[in-house]
């Protein structure tokens, strides 16, 4: 297994879960972290708690400020060796009912970007001949289903594009991973619905799942592997893949018209469930 120790590493996503644990983990083993997010106010509050991380606020739906972004952190620290792509948004319901605004966000994030910061960081990586991109996918990508179904097409496009990239620069040294995780305990849920959290907020109840902290070893070990990485979280869910062959795939595919109804309603429950008070209340008197 190789060290982290020493290497620069951009962390996408970084202010909450799988981003926010990706990033404490990294700091931790002595890398030097770049933690990029939308919201400056959390970032500068991860930073207080973690010496030595250093902090970029960016909007990566926006192509300027993705440039702006790799620019900086060139021209801080002349190369980066591993990029972690963690950020992501989320968009529950069906897609009929979707404004175009939602469905070009969640492209722009989750798929665009990702492909964008490889693009731009892969030939410093290839002139070096090392390199590691972590590609954070979702059991989604194999089955997209109600209320996600633009979310879990957008991680079946990085899958695709993470597969292509690592049969062409694997020859140039750079490994690339991914990581497919299932149901994770963030505020992944409350977000899809439309909850924008701020760093004076309450934290909201975590949807069910893993703790982002395991997905965060996955992450971990791929950037410490010296060869490519597909891991499922848990990785009991790799068996799920089985909906894509014949001829489970017409049945899962049965199961899921029959339920999208029930499965868009008791998404949109599930999440408004888990938001608590958005501000903290005031001390008495």
């Not at 990294?26 to 990029?36: F, I």
């Not at 250093?54 to 990029?83: K, P």
Request: charged content about 25%; hydrophobic content about 45%; aromatic content about 4%.
């Amino acid at each position: 297994m190789r060290p982290v120790a020493g290497r620069v590493i951009v962390v996408t996503g970084a202010t909450s879960g799988i981003g926010q644990e990706t990033a404490r983990r990294l700091v931790t083993a002595g890398a030097t972290v770049v933690a990029v997010a939308r919201d400056r106010e959390r970032l500068r509050l991860l930073a207080r708690d973690l010496p030595g991380l250093e902090i970029e606020a960016c909007d990566l739906a926006n192509a300027d400020r993705r440039a702006e972004l790799i620019d900086r952190v060139l021209r801080r620290h002349g190369a980066v060796d591993g990029l972690v792509n963690s950020a992501a948004v989320g968009w529950q319901g069906e897609v009929v009912k979707m404004r175009r605004d939602d469905l070009e966000r969640l492209y722009a994030t989750n798929t665009i970007a990702v492909l964008d910061l490889c693009r731009m960081l892969l030939p410093g990586m290839i002139g070096r001949g090392d390199g590691d991109i972590v590609v954070i996918s979702s059991v989604l990508a194999w089955m997209a289903a109600p209320p996600l179904t633009v979310y879990g097409s957008t991680k079946a496009a990085v899958e695709a594009f993470a597969d292509g990239l690592r049969r062409e620069a694997l020859r140039h040294g750079v490994r690339v991973h991914v990581v497919r995780p299932g149901p994770v305990a963030t505020e992944f849920l409350v977000r899809s619905v439309g909850w924008r959290p701020r760093a004076r907020d309450l934290p909201v109840r975590p949807a069910p799942g893993v703790s982002p902290a395991r997905v965060a070893v996955a992450i971990e070990r791929c950037l410490r592997s010296s060869y490519p990485r597909r891991q499922t979280v848990p990785r009991v869910l790799a068996a799920t893949q089985i909906v894509r062959v014949q001829p489970i795939r017409p049945i899962a595919d049965a199961a899921a018209a029959a339920l999208a109804g029930p499965l868009v309603w008791f998404g949109r429950t599930l999440a408004n469930n888990r938001i608590r008070p958005r501000t903290a209340p005031r001390p008495a008197p």
